[in-house]
């Protein structure tokens, strides 16, 4: 195999590798240390596998073959580091994700009820996207706290608000896009649904 060949595909196996390590600790985060724990541990098993893999099929001699490491046996070595160093990578900052997202959510319930009326521009008593944007650009809300739980319902609309529909963007293969408001009913409910969604870390 070409070294530049080579280079390529090890290339794609870091990113394939890392994306995955990512997605399978990522997703089971908010459940807490046990659900990291086990996550990490199925993101080494599949590594193992991966890497053992070339030796089941062609026999354990070529792992002390040096041509080997240059072809699929290497990329199959950087699949695995990349998915098991991004997994721990992951799981390591977690806690500090999680602990950051529940302490924004307790802030962000009092500022959004105390300041409904006015972030919600047009009176319609829902907190639509196009509201918090204006909001962001409104001096009362200038300062850095204000901008940053502005920013936190902007990005959390989806979670914090309910769908209200959706619509299709660009020609046939666009993408469907899913419209979600906030009511006060909607930040209420917030702080105890965050709650229950990241009670494992209570544990």
Same mark, same amino acid.
């Given at each position: ?84 160093? %991004? ?40 907190? %639509? ?45 666009? %993408? ?28």
């Amino acid at each position: 195999m070409e070294i530049g060949y080579s280079l390529f595909l090890a290339a794609v196996a870091v990113g394939f590798g890392t994306l995955i390590g990512i997605g399978l600790v990522s997703t089971f985060e908010h459940q807490g240390r046990f659900a990291l724990t086990r996550q990490v541990t199925i993101a080494g098993v599949i590594a193992l596998a991966v890497l053992a893999a070339p030796g089941l099929i062609s026999g354990w001699a070529i792992y002390t073959a040096l041509p080997m490491w240059m072809g699929w046996l290497g990329i199959a070595g950087v699949f695995s580091v990349a998915l098991g160093a %991004s997994a721990f990578l992951t799981a390591y900052s977690a806690p500090g994700r999680a602990f950051e997202h529940m302490d924004n959510v307790s802030r962000v319930v009092p500022f959004a009820l105390k300041n409904f009326d006015e972030i919600d521009y047009d009176d319609d008593q829902i907190i %639509s996207m196009k509201d918090l944007d204006r909001a962001l650009m409104q001096k009362s809300f200038a300062g850095s706290e204000p901008q940053a739980l502005l920013q936190f319902m902007r990005k959390n609309i989806h979670a914090i608000g309910h769908d209200v529909g959706s619509y299709h963007t660009g020609s046939q293969y666009g %993408s469907t896009v899913t419209v979600s408001v906030i009511n006060r009913g909607d930040i209420e409910r917030y702080a105890a649904k965050m709650g229950e969604k990241y009670a494992g870390w209570r544990k």
